[in-house]
């Protein structure tokens, strides 16, 4: 048998035991976010936040590309903004969107926190109409998607439309805890909003698609030039 092609397959547990080898070596918390994933617990927010290695994934990303100006679909407490502001280079600018007023208001005290408030612009309201107006204000480097999965396919499309040719459309939740490789019969709308993204990335050819497997996956698609 040639064990050098075998396929490891790792149980629970030692994906668990992997993961925080990866947190150690490459995307420890600094003070200032594990002080935001406390509060975001404290607080009673959602616990749907990225995992810290998926924070250092989307740094990587952005750095990768020299991103200056990024979309963020969906604040929530901010942690992932600030893993992405922290990628920007002096005079970048972050363009978060969130629909909670409470959550926007938790996120600002975060940002000042973390001495990131002047890069990263905070709005508040419906993503769909804001996405209209920000037309203006591209093309954009890169975007990241993490709002409410029903409208991945249309965060996708207006991605496509408004980010350079090179620049980058991260879906968050690309496995839908599990749900993607469910039976049909058995999905819910954000499951079925997920797969059209997917689809959709997959076969158009203004993108180069793919998924990376980290956490609950990360949809990536590179605009082609």
Do not use: C
Not at 84 to 97: D, F, K, M, Q, Y
Not at 151 to 166: E, M
Not at 181 to 208: K, Y
């Amino acid at each position: 048998m040639n064990t050098q092609n075998r396929i490891l397959v790792f149980d629970t547990a030692t994906q668990e035991r992997l993961t925080a080898y990866i947190r150690r070596l490459f995307a420890q918390e600094d003070d200032l976010l594990s002080e935001v994933h406390r509060r975001t617990n404290e607080l009673g927010l959602p616990e749907i936040h990225i995992r810290p290695e998926e924070g250092k994934i989307l740094q990587f990303l952005a750095m990768l590309i020299g991103a200056r100006t990024v979309v963020e679909l969906g604040t929530l407490a901010g942690y992932s903004t600030i893993w992405l502001a922290r990628s920007l280079p002096e005079g970048g600018r972050l363009i978060t969107l969130e629909a909670e007023p409470r959550h926007a208001q938790i996120a600002r005290e975060h940002f000042e926190r973390a001495g990131l408030s002047d890069r990263i612009e905070l709005i508040e309201g419906n993503a769909v109409a804001t996405l209209q107006n920000l037309r203006a204000r591209g093309p954009f480097d890169m975007v990241f998607i993490d709002a409410d999965k029903q409208r991945y396919p249309d965060y996708l499309s207006w991605s496509v439309a408004n980010v350079r040719p090179g620049g980058l459309i991260v879906g968050h939740n690309a496995f839908r805890q599990g749900r993607l490789v469910a039976p049909e019969a058995e999905w819910d709308d954000a499951t079925i909003a997920t797969h059209s993204m997917l689809a959709a990335m997959s076969q158009d050819e203004r993108l180069f698609s793919t998924i990376i497997p980290v956490g609950d996956g990360f949809a990536v698609a590179q605009v082609r030039g």
